[in-house]
Structures are given as C-alpha cells and as structure tokens.
C-alpha cells in the first residue's frame, strides 16, 4: 500500500497534464503541483525538518494548504492540522501537546499566533508564514527561490502519518494517532463506498484541517487523479454557482451546509447534470432536509457518512437507496474494511429496537491518542473502538445515533435521546436550527431544554412547540423549556457544542 506523498508522486507521473488545483484564478496540473510541493518540502528540510517531526498547519482552505499538507508528508513528518479558529491558548495546548516542531500558518491566523506567542510558544518552534508576513518567514517566497534537489526520504506505510484532535466538545482535545496505512484503508474505504472515480472533479467547501475533509476527500481523490476545487470558505450562492459552472462531479457538506443550498432561491432550477454524489456527514441530518434534498437534486447519489476522527474517521454510512428508504437513519453496513456493533453496558450485543453504545474495528481505526495511554485503553477495548455513540438497532438492520453517552437525557426516570427531540423540533416550518440539552431538576431529575433559531421573522412559544411535538414523540420527550437564540453554537464539522450551551444557560452549581 503506498504512503500519502506517494499517491501524488503516482498520479503526477500518470496524468502529468491533468488539472489538479484550482484556487480562484489559479490553476495547477499534477505535474505543477508536483513539483511545487517539492520545493516546499525542501526549504522545510534545509531549516532541520525531518522524518517524524511535527509540522502543525493553521489555515483557512487554500491551493496553499494542499501543497503545505503534501510537503510535511514528502518529508515523513506528522502532519498536525489545526482549526483555525482556535484561540491563542487552544493553539498553544495543540502545539505543546503535540511537540510540534514547526508551525505553518496564514495571514487570517496571524493574530493569534501573535498572541500565543506572547505567552511563550516553545523556544524550538519554527514558524512559517504562507505569505508576506512582517516578522515571519515566507515559506512560498522561499520555495519560489527553491533551486535544491527535490527531497527523498524513505517512508512506510507502518510509518506515522496524521494527528487528528478530536473536536472537543467535551473536554480537551485529543490527539488521535494513525499511521499511512490507517490513512490510505480510509481511501479504500471511501473510493469503493462512495464510487470516487479517475478523473471526478471535487469540490471542497467544508473546513480542510478537518478529519472529513482531508481523509475522505483529498487523499482518496489525488489518488485516484481527481481535480481539486478549493473554496477559501462556504458561501451557499458560490457553491451552487461552482457546482454548475466546474462541472463539479463530487461533494461533501455538513448537513448545515446542505439547508442552506436548499434555501438559495433556484437552486432547483441549475443545470448539475455532472453532480454524482453528494456525501454529507460528521452532524446528524434532520429527516425532513434529507426528504429535501432528494426531491430537490432527485438524480443526485446522496450518501450519508456517520463516524468519528478515532474512526479514520470511519463509521457507519447509508447509500442512495438505504438514504431514500430510512432518511431518519445514521446507516445501514459498517464502511469498508471495518466491522460495527451496538452494545449495552455489559458489551452484549442489543436486541433490534434497543438502544446500546456503538463500537467500532477494522483498519482504519486511529493507532491511540498521542501520549495517552490511559485514555486509549479506555477507548479502544478487545480491538473494538468505543465512540460513546447510543445508537438505536432496528429490526431492519439500519442503526440511528440517538445521543452522546455523556448527553443523554434521564427526567422522571425515562431516558429521552437529544437526537429525537431535536429531529421533532427541526420539522417545524419556523425553525432553522434547534438544539436540546438537560437541566438539573429537583424532581424529576433533569429537564428537557430546547434551543431553538428561527426564521426571519418567525415567533414560537414553549406551548406552540410542545402541541407541534406532541403528534411526532410521546409527551415525556416533549421540551419543558425554550429558548430562542440567534446561532445554536457549533463546532466547524456542524456538530453541536452542548457544552458551550450549558456554560451559558445552565447557573453554575445546579
């Protein structure tokens, strides 16, 4: 099995020509960005940079991300790539945890490596603008004057590859560790699940640094000699406009993403003949949009990706048929080269109609969380990752993620799942997005509290909610609080941060 970097230097060498980038105005064949990502990795490797290092990456979507990701693979490093949202103190933790050896980065996170360099980034750390930055290194100025040997350096596929942090959405990050062989079983998967093709073209709008964007998009299509459309960010009239205009053939959005394109007044009415396969994932999708989108883009293969970054990310999925038949579910079959289970507490399989936590093995699951042991032991049980997923096992086989072990809702002795109040709450025609979180009760335990975003324009009431409720769950699940609220919190995968809506809404100490 080939490692990262090798996929490029195989497709450069098989389809020289072929377009692989395109940034805005810029447009790069696979012998262009072939050779450019050699002249990066060797400016990185005459500043000490070398097989097993960490090179962290801080950026917005760009062709200069592709380029950066592929030169620290070139070199043999560990590639750590970081959300550019994140704050100078989160940035410092990722960076020392990691021991990072160098940090790329661009002009919109100047401001916060500015400022975690004010607390005191580590001495050894080299840094790495991405363009003309006063006081930092230009790393594509000097790769433009790069005149050096390309770099060869020998890699396995035993050898590490990524560290992907968790998103944190309820407590500190964590490392999750995989190798070039985890990490091309994820392309495998990913080619032969969703029917990546030679010569697709593929549009990324979802965030790069993350997990789903870069191991089942990226990777998988320079392998294979897919063009890369790059959006700096999601913009719902660019996307519908490069769908039709690029010919674009694949994407992946989180489900926000997808109910915003359904919004844009003619979306309907492009012409997205060359539009294959829509994947979306990494949040749950509100049956109601998933119904929307097949009536809306009907010749289109939607295909639902449900998993985690400890997965590869890797999980469950639902192909076009399985999406039209159950658009309620998270899956139907386990990803390719993996194995999928629902377990109780005492790790016996459930009964269909229960519910039980999701377990996970096969290839592409991460090696462990980098320098935590203990958390890896307490993850990865008997070969089987533990996601800490409550999913519910139909009769008919197809599996629905209900909650987050941690989430789960216990009022009057009843468990209530986040997911099934909130898939209730979202069919409301004045609700954009909702959210349901536990309050601490004195009677019943804890209480069911709905965070609500409504349209322009829209009013709604705890009352109107519960009798709109009430004909799609059983009156114990109903809300018992409402709140409205202009942007339900989430990560930039699109899942939900419970945990930010508890520190603002729930008094400390109840």
């Not at 449900?306 to 309620?328: K, L, S």
């Not at 829209?458 to 409402?482: M, N």
Request: proline share 5%; hydrophobic share 45%; aromatic share 6%.
């Amino acid at each position: 099995m080939p490692t990262i970097d090798a996929t490029l230097r195989m497709t450069a060498r098989r389809v020289p020509g072929r377009e692989a980038l395109v940034f805005g105005d810029i447009r790069r064949t696979y012998a262009e960005l072939d050779a450019e990502v050699d002249r990066v990795a060797g400016v990185l490797a005459e500043r000490g940079i070398t097989k097993g290092d960490r090179v962290a990456l801080m950026a917005t979507n760009s062709d200069r991300f592709v380029i950066a990701f592929y030169a620290a693979h070139r070199l043999g490093a560990i590639f750590v790539p970081i959300n550019p949202a994140s704050a100078a103190p989160e940035l410092d933790y990722l960076l020392r945890d990691s021991g990072a050896a160098a940090l790329i980065f661009d002009a919109v996170v100047e401001p916060a490596v500015r400022k975690a360099a004010a607390i005191g980034l580590p001495g050894s750390l080299q840094l790495f603008a991405m363009s003309d930055l006063e006081g930092h290194q230009d790393l594509f100025a000097l790769a433009a004057d790069y005149d050096g040997p390309p770099v060869e350096v020998e890699i396995a596929e035993s050898d590490d590859a990524q560290i992907l942090y968790t998103s944190g959405t309820t407590g500190s990050p964590k490392g999750a560790l995989f190798d070039h062989h985890r990490v091309l079983c994820v392309t495998t998967a990913v080619i032969g699940t969703c029917g990546m093709a030679d010569n697709d073209r593929l549009l990324h709008v979802a965030p790069l640094y993350h997990a789903a964007e870069l191991c089942i998009m990226l990777i998988p299509g320079t392998l294979l000699g897919a063009t890369h459309i790059v959006h700096s960010g999601f913009d719902p009239a660019e996307v519908l406009e490069t769908l039709e205009s690029e010919r674009i053939t694949m994407f992946f959005g989180v489900p926000t993403m997808y109910q915003f394109l359904l919004r844009m007044r003619g979306a309907a009415d492009r012409d997205l003949s060359a539009w294959r396969t829509g994947m979306f994932g990494a949040a749950p999708m509100p049956a109601t949009v998933v119904e929307q989108l097949v009536t809306t883009w009907p010749t289109v293969n939607f295909t639902q990706l449900c998993g985690q970054t400890e997965g590869g990310p890797g999980g469950i999925f639902a192909n076009r048929d399985q999406v039209r038949e159950r658009p309620d579910a998270s899956g139907r079959q386990a990803l390719i080269l993996m194995e999928c289970r629902v377990v109780d507490e005492n790790g016996a399989d459930v009964a269909p109609g229960e519910v039980g936590e999701l377990l996970l093995r096969g290839e592409t699951v991460m090696k462990g969380y980098w320098n935590k042991p203990e958390a890896t032991a307490d993850t990865i049980r008997d070969g089987w990752l533990h996601t800490g997923d409550l999913t519910r096992l139909d009769a008919d086989g197809y599996m629905t993620l209900v909650d987050r072990l941690k989430d789960m809702i216990i009022t009057g002795g009843r468990n209530v799942y986040s997911i099934e109040v909130e898939n209730a709450i979202a069919a409301h025609p004045d609700v954009v997005d909702c959210a349901v979180i536990a309050r601490p009760h004195a009677e019943y335990g804890e209480s069911i509290v709905a965070f609500a975003t409504l349209k322009d324009g829209a009013a709604l009431t705890l009352e109107s909610l519960r009798e709109f409720c009430v004909e799609r769950i059983a009156g114990y699940k109903l809300p018992h609080d409402l709140v409205l609220t202009a942007q339900i919190p989430r990560n930039p995968s699109g899942k939900v941060l419970k945990r930010t809506l508890r520190e603002q809404f729930i008094p400390a100490g109840s």
